[in-house]
């Protein structure tokens, strides 16, 4: 059974999706943009500080259902710039001491004009 999930420490959804779904002990999260939780804006003016929030609010939504990036099997890291790959993956790196699968794929545009979007599948504990 799918069970959508929110937390008010991350930004709500600006579409018709959740911002988690749960399926057994999997939970697979939306594509997370740096929109402030407090604001609904963009935050940051470059790749690392977007980067930055973006994971900020990933780490939000693991820890609301119970896990963290050390329980993360797979991310989907989107930029709009390839340029960008160094920067990102300096502040990705701070966060996933565990090395998850990933896809890192440039994309014309992002919701909001956002320089980086990141998705995970992460395992919850039982």
């Known amino acids: 059974m799918l069970i959508p999930t929110a937390t008010p420490e991350a930004p709500a959804a600006i ?26 804006e963009i935050t940051g003016g470059n790749v690392a500080a977007q980067a930055e929030q973006v994971l900020r609010n990933l780490e939000a939504i693991l820890k609301a259902n119970g896990t963290g990036f050390g329980s993360v099997i797979k991310t989907t ?14 502040v990705y790196a701070r966060f996933f001491s565990a090395c998850p699968a990933r896809t890192c794929v440039a994309v014309r545009a992002l919701p909001k004009n956002a320089l980086c979007e990141i998705e995970a599948i992460a395992a919850i504990p039982e």
């Open 15 to 40: 579409g018709p999706y959740s911002q988690a779904v749960r399926f057994g002990n999997l939970l697979f999260t939306s594509g997370q943009i740096p929109l402030s939780p407090v604001t609904g």
């Open 77 to 90: 890291c989107f930029l709009t710039d390839m340029a960008d790959y160094a920067a990102f993956n300096e």
